[in-house]
């Protein structure tokens, strides 16, 4: 049977979230699909590095496929100012006209946290017409807000009109480790994961006295109380970006002695798919985790375990209230979170069932009646040209 060859543009050596949504995607269009695929991949950062343009040369390699996914991403995050199109996928209208795949846009985000400048805006709304207009494009928008914030920015109609897709990385594959061997306390016997994102501080820590370090010193008096009540518990920070490295180590930094010797870890870092499955198979194995980044709550959740978001931007909030779970939020753009967060991480240690109004197991329910809502179409898609 002939092979479909399909090129990917994404980020594939960056957030290992992003790797999560690939990584579950592409099972899933497979089992989709009448025909095995064959992924070429590019990296959606050799255009951000200038190694490559979205420019004629990039158009006759997209032709050269059998057809073309783009994401999952934030890549119509609307404050581009220097895009033809508002967003990430600078590709000129007169350029874009001259792609004859099928295209399938998948789970992209629709961020407005950086503001949405009327030229964006304009240019985003055209370029939405184009792609709408075409048989051969499917859009999907991921559900961390995106369709509310398509609907508020861009208009109701389009909203109405793009897939509404669950983030792929609530169905990816990892295997849980076999135990987590990174703690010299042997009486460890808990595992809470924690990723901590600071990146784009000015937004993050705006409402926090003394920013990024008001967030750590919050993180450490949080980590300091629980390991008090519970000398089980272990702490293991999971960095997705580089980025995240410098927060763990303010965190680190302000607890006390023995604890960040005995009770404190953190998982390897890197990027790519390697990185993302020796990560998220810690994350599997752990009772709890608590992460600022979206996929260090959809990957757990997938993998049904206990869950809590750090809320310093709204991407957060926005999923738990899509997944119906805003009880499972923490508001970690005030001063005080840190008392809040050791009494939810207590709550969700020990009495999950009683103290939140839904558990994974129906988070996950909600994101696959989302993803069934939409898997006739994307079969439809990917088989339409596999004739």
Not at 151 to 172: K, M
Request: with cysteine.
């Amino acid at each position: 049977m002939s092979k479909l060859r399909l090129l990917h543009i994404a980020s594939f050596s960056g957030n290992i979230g992003d790797n999560a949504n690939h990584i579950g995607y592409r099972d899933w269009l497979q089992c989709l699909s009448e025909h095995p695929i064959a992924w070429s991949e590019l990296e959606i950062r050799e255009f951000f590095w200038r190694e490559r343009a979205w420019d004629a040369d990039f158009v006759d390699y997209a032709n050269s496929f059998d057809g073309l996914v783009i994401g999952g991403g934030n890549y119509f995050e609307l404050w581009v100012e220097n895009s033809p199109t508002g967003t990430s996928i600078a590709i000129a209208p007169e350029l874009w006209a001259q792609i004859k795949v099928p295209v399938y846009f998948n789970a992209l985000g629709v961020d407005p946290g950086q503001g949405v400048p009327n030229a964006c805006r304009a240019r985003f709304t055209g370029f939405l017409d184009t792609l709408l207009a075409d048989d051969n494009v499917l859009v999907s928008v991921r559900n961390d807000g995106a369709k509310k914030n398509l609907s508020e920015h861009i208009g109701a109609a389009y909203a109405d009109s793009v897939l509404h897709a669950p983030d792929n990385g609530f169905f990816a594959d990892f295997q849980p480790a076999e135990g987590i061997p990174f703690f010299s306390d042997t009486n460890v016997k808990r595992i809470v994961t924690m990723n901590l994102a600071s990146d784009m501080a000015e937004i993050r820590f705006a409402g926090l006295n003394d920013g990024v370090d008001g967030f750590a010193k919050e993180i450490a008096e949080a980590i300091g109380t629980l390991s008090e009540r519970d000398p089980s518990l272990g702490f293991l920070f999971a960095p997705h970006i580089f980025r995240d490295l410098d927060i763990v180590s303010r965190v680190i930094d302000r607890l006390p002695d023995r604890i960040r010797r005995t009770r404190v870890a953190q998982t390897p870092y890197g990027s790519g798919n390697a990185a993302a499955r020796s990560v998220f198979g810690l994350y599997a194995a752990s009772d709890l985790c608590v992460g600022t980044r979206f996929h260090a709550n959809v990957v757990p959740i997938g993998n049904l375990r206990q869950t809590l978001g750090l809320v310093c931007y709204p991407q957060i909030s926005a999923l738990y209230d899509e997944l119906g779970q805003p009880d499972r939020c923490i508001d970690a753009s005030r001063p005080g979170f840190g008392d809040i967060l050791a009494e939810r991480m207590e709550d969700a240690l020990y009495s999950p069932e009683t103290k939140f109004s839904g558990t994974p197991a129906n988070a996950l329910d909600t994101a696959t009646r989302l993803r069934d809502n939409i898997e006739n179409q994307v079969q439809n898609w990917i088989n339409s040209f596999a004739q």
